[in-house]
């Protein structure tokens, strides 16, 4: 298949950028989605360092590996959300500041505007990536939710991102946000209602991940055919349902990984995502990007299940068809 | 079958109880479960007003009607909840006040305590209501939670409801909780921790509904062997999935009633909940208390569906075996 | 529930239209649904007689029995098939005359028009029926399909069809296809290409029959949500499918009834049709029309069965809500 | 419908006959199977004193109950059997004897004989019952079976039935077999076996009962199809499986109702068995015997049981149709 | 496994023999079933010419590939079709001469004799096709079957294939059908009519082609323990259904390939069929002959697929067991 | 995975041992489970003669193989069975002796003892194999079974196994019951009662073989959860269950293979069982031992199938996670 296989190395902070290109690179990785932490892309020095992206891209060909996105994940989450703690454990502190949080917001999205800067300086034209949510806290109505607010915060979401688009666009640059709970979209309505508040714009789109869907019960298929335009990235990501009667879809506030939640990461191919439909509708849309692993699975050794993965993908996705089969039939039989 | 059929009176509130009285009584239930919102039984007058819980009384006589249990959701809720202008819209204009937060926690926290002395002035002994939580806002963790603050939100529970519960056991009236999502138990870990935290006291246990498990997941019948001795009041309520890809089990921050949603309250009897099992082993437990259909399908007209929802019940629940049917055998044929 | 429950005539034409209005009535139907055969409603006969109509409302009255539509499932069937020995049985014989299709074709097209006539002379709005389909023997592409010629079906239906719905919307009348295997339209993307075909037209619909969408595994609720606001009619009938590994979903060239199909007809809530759910989105569309037992089941006593289908829909049809349930939990305790 | 519908009382044998008789006419049964224990039908007394099988049937009809067949189980259970003390627990002080087990089992199919003749005296043509087995303790092949020796089972059967049989044929009486586990055919192989063992002799055949053959997942339908036309009577009994990965399907050891059975008997139309399946394949064999309830269900109430299975099978049992419904088309519309 | 793994050629005749022997020769086939179109086996040359048999097996063996059937599908078909345009796209020019229906069927039958003496030149023993039907367009009874109709066409095909067939026993070469849609056989009744009209004949029998059972719900196993001993050939291709309530197992008029179809044709191992299954029952049945692969999917690069394929039967196909089990537990420890 | 990959030899023990490590050594397993039958492992002489427990141990590593277990099932069974000529047919003579079933089950007992000492002597900590039950045959209550005897079987087993697990830990050896249908425990309940019948002794516990439950419908993952610290050893067996409406459960006293049987063994990850949840439990459970293969598959070539199955094992089982994954997100993007 001619999609690259890429990781994304978010997961993979701990080490050093250095020791992972070299590991991915040996495993026949055809690329990497990097992180905007750790020290696998520092979006401040890539500004402020004329050969840091320059530098990235040597370091990465060295061990044969390309890049076509890079991953802002943590600081786009602070741009729409009602900061907490949990914030400041994942964020740049000169970002989290004085964690006053509207101060916080308003420094995140100066920040995703930088990102948009630092990716062009690298020469990618995707950042994968959160926005937050206002609004998530009332995902269950009680006590009654009144349904105005909720509107307010698709509202909230666009005026927030909309200037930072504007400077995506100007780069050159796309956001993909990742379809996720916790973020202004992650089912089918609220992508509709996403993508309605901010606008069909060419610097806004999706980063699409089947792993969120699938404990959700959604099905990849029919959400390519109605949001493919707009997906600019995809991440190779599985979940599992484990649902016997006791365990709840819910997660039952406890951490991934205990074996009493209803539903859990796991590494691709052994969850509930039917990857080659969702190979099939790229195909149709003729998706060529990449195909981002993004590996994440508590119960599993982290490099078996790497190279297990990749495996899975070089094994399992094809290119779509070429020839129409009643052809070969026209014409009879002399 | 001989456990009373009621009716929660919560949705009804827009009704006099005089009224909706009249109309219950016509249909046939055997009794009502008073919410402590409208004018079906206000804690206030009960407490300050020598003759109130007699009238009440009196009032549910005339229609043959009694009562076993009244119901405290919406104050109970705010004990422990972060407060916001939802609770606002739900609370008496005594309890909110000024709507400082911490506050309105206590000051619903009194009115709890106040509840349990009205309840033993109605001369039943059992109050059905919500908790609130603390960390409902923690439910998926993202960012990552610390789950050292989620354990703190169990503790921050038994501290609120140690004190009212006191009261409750003084007066001699039990507390159940209505197992629900937005609660500090709302499946079984979540209530194997509450129980936990707050002791296995005589004072507080379970308002058991099955609709809030079954879009979960859960199965009634473990649930009940596992907390059976805990539930001291049982609701009849039915919830159904629509799940077919392209909606989500989390709701989609949609109202109730929305075609979209994933889920939904419908009349008992039309949704996923299996009541004869649920009956099969509320009758192992010897459990002959009420079975109160707290209704609510946004589908349907309301009037048909508790008559509906009443013929349900009385048609389907039923005793315990009283014979053992190998004896019939035994002896052998002259 | 206040929809009229009716009943299809077509499958009682043994019976005289007063030996079958006296039994319905008396079985507790609120009106027929008359077919265009057997004496029960003669098309020829309304146009040539000025009193014909008011009599079979008379004749109806008389066993207090409403008629919102009249069905003319044959002759439709004829204006577009391809043309054999069987529409021979079927069809009056001045509408066969020499069997020659194309005349065969040209003369039912007539007396469609005449049915829209005969129909507002009756007082009716609605007449139910068939179009045939000139491409349903390419239902499987082997020879492999040229499919320029499926499309071009769609354009002879549109051709034949057009000017007698010119009729139609001329007398007031709209006509209503039964959506069915044989016909132009029988699933999602054959309804969207016959609708375009046509065009949006006031006097063009849809008689909804769930029972032919079942067997071919489609879900009644998502082809409401898309063509509802076509619906103009809705029969009450099931389909029953019986998969065991053996037995074929296309039939097996065996006649209904035979033990070895693997689907069938059968009575109304004794197969695979959800009703409710149908229910519940015909009350959001507003439909207030009658509810049409199409009454067919090989196994099963047919008066035990007519009974048997009118009671099930007594007892399971509702009207929709007329209040929002958390209004009910507004305005707080006191 | 016109199957009579009786109900088997062996279950009831702590009831003398006059009550049962009483109570069962009273509810509205057709009439009686009677076991041939307890009270209810003594075979000894039939064959000694000449009035008595006039008197039971006069018993009966002065509750408007008839009778069609007795149910013989517990003797014949014992003429195949490895004998052990639950046999003594269940047979007759006269049968059981001594307890050597050759000397139990002859004097078991001698018993059986009578029971033939008892069956004449009291005119009913049909004896229910079991044969027992020599070879069910092999149902697992471990220590790994001699299938040579199953095959033996098989032809014990046939020696020791084979002169049973012939009593019945000259009385004019079939013994009906009910097919369960414990009994020489449970299921479609064990069947065809026992049927080629024996013969197709017109005194042997099977007493219909879907409950046994539901836990072990088979179908009632492709049964009846293949063995129709030796099925003698039918029993309307109901099983279910409680499957959830923790509860085995062979039952643990553990007694009828314990929770932690995978499956157990319940009330008819509460269980597994499709009913309505097997009703239209016994209209299709032209069945018109009774349809015998045997209630069993350890969790329900036995007098709301039995008259819920009444009620059940006589709304639901059906005649098969009289007409053929494309005829109706046939003739146009003239 | 010992069954060799070939290609059918059907779909790759836009490929010249010589260069598709190259390619599948160095994939690693064991043969090609070749097909009677493009030049991959011309009849009428085998014929004529006295060398050309010989050079096609010996241009197979250059490449190490050997042939144990050819494929005559669309001559075949014309024998009992409704003849139309889509034939004559499919036909050589000969055989469709003038188009006159009956003569293009008389023209096919010849050309089906002369097929099965070119067989016997290239010394092959099975011919596999298809026969084509004259009653296919009946496939759903609207307007109303006469049934006897229905069994003229298995009459008509027994008038036609008899002779075909004697020629074919002459040659000492047998006649496969592939069971299929449009064809005179194509489930399990429709079979049985067919073997039951023309007669258990050797030299008429079934080419096993699974995917056309699975669309319709038919599984493998049972057919092949019904009519395995009249399998001369198997076909590895596969099907999958994508049933999601809008699409239809009925195929919706699209072409294959089309995203809105309710089924379609996957390459092997990536569908519905159970292939384990079938070679454990092909196991049981003796069967040792080809595994032919028709490689067909719409969404997947040909070449790919094929290798995907080959890999698929040749890690998943196995030998039966040459061992029991038990016995090596005979015999005791020492 | 660094869990070794073992062969059990039972079901090759027509083999020499020689013969077999060669060709297991050559095939790549890391050892094997030798049984306790044909010449793998003879318990008499590895007690009578010094250096056959050295000797067998060098025969191994001379093929690079490991020995952790041996299996003693067929001498283990006849310690509590009711003994019949099965057991003749699997014990060594002297075991057997006159075959009096008490002296059968006290010899049985008494070379458990030697097996004890025999493998302490190999240097392994496990003995793998049956108990053998005195109440299998009272598996289905009919005629009703008197409980208290079942109970009683429990307490046979107690004692029986008692003196036999003294001898095993005071040789510092483990006895691993396989949990079995036909054995003191084979499921849920009657594991938790055999436990609790011979107390929680450190010499005793279970050779986890999933196996044995898929076919009862039950589940690994709970099992493990529950008894997982008594789980000793594991196998790696599947069975796979094929029911279709025909075919029992129960297994219709057919041998394995038989195609009419309801549920078969098949080599591992040829059938029901979830190896991987099963391995993720294990993990959680910090199981390190081996994983043995015990092959076993009526239909399949005995060593195509010991090469995929131990291919299977290596292929899927893996470690668990050495890393939190949030752990990666902390710290920010600075």
Redesign the interface.
Known sequence: ?TRPVTLFT?????LSIDELAARTGEWGFDGLELA???DHF???RALAEPDYARGRRALLERHRLGVWAIGAH??G?AVC??ID???Q????????GDGDPEGVRQRAAE?MKDTARAAAALGVEVVTGFTGSS?????????????A??ER?YQDFAERWGPIIDVFEQEGVRFALEV???EIA?????TRKALAAIGDRPGFGINFDPSHLAH????P??YL?EFGSKVFHVHIKDSKRF???????????????E??R?WDFVSPG?GDVDF?AMY??L??LGYTGPLSIEW???????E??AR?ALAFVKRTD?????????????????
């Open positions: 298949m978010g997961q993979w902070a701990d905007c932490w750790g520092e979006v401040d943590l600081v989450q959300d009602r703690e949990r914030h454990a994942t964020l740049p502190p000169e970002v989290w920040r609004i998530w806290h009332l995902i269950y109505s009680f006590p009654p939710n009144d349904f607010a909720v915060g996720h709970p916790t992650y089912d089918f309505p609220t959700q019960f959604l099905d298929v029919p055919q649902l016997d009667g006791r365990r709840s879809i819910l997660g039952s506030h406890l951490d991934f990984g074996p009493e209803g052994h080659e099939r509708q195909n149709r994440e699975d508590s119960g599993m050794d982290r078996w299940g297990d094809f290119d779509p068809s070429a020839v129409a089969f009643d052809a070969a039939f026209a014409g009879g039989e002399d």
